[in-house]
């Protein structure tokens, strides 16, 4: 199974931005839908933001809603996800995921080999 590739992450001060992206190879699941997700040390793996394919549908956490903006570029087969205003309880580890399922916010509806490694994302205070 191909996976993922995010980047972008990095250390920003709290009220910055950071722009993370998320890449596949050719068409790999460029027909899928795309999750973000992201996993604080000693916390589970929660939903950030998800699009559909065409970006007809696009789903927020509420902690990240109207700071958080999720696109994608199907021609670069790349989702993006631009974080402003970010919070030290942003900090973690952000993964993105092709999904399988029709649940955007659960883990186990995304396609389980399409897990990248992450990128990591501190935001200090």
């Known amino acids: 199974q191909v996976r993922l590739v995010e980047s972008g992450g990095g250390l920003v001060q709290a009220g910055g931005s950071l722009r993370l992206s998320c890449a596949a190879s050719?068409?790999?699941?460029?027909?899928?839908?795309r999750g973000w997700f992201r996993q604080a040390p000693g916390k589970e793996r929660e939903f950030v933001a998800a699009?559909?394919?065409?970006?007809?549908?696009?789903f927020y956490a509420d902690s990240v809603k109207g700071r958080f903006t999720i696109s994608r570029d199907n021609a670069k087969n790349t989702v993006s996800l631009q974080m402003s205003s970010l919070k030290p309880e942003d900090t973690a580890v952000y993964y993105c995921?092709?999904?399988?399922?029709?649940?955007?916010?659960?883990?186990?509806?995304?396609?389980?080999?399409?897990w990248g490694q992450g990128t990591q994302v501190t935001v200090s205070s």
């Open positions: 995921a092709a999904i399988s399922g029709d649940n955007y916010y659960r883990v186990d509806n995304y396609v389980r080999g399409s």
């Open positions: 699009i559909s394919w065409n970006g007809g549908r696009i």
């Open positions: 050719g068409r790999t699941f460029s027909t899928h839908g």
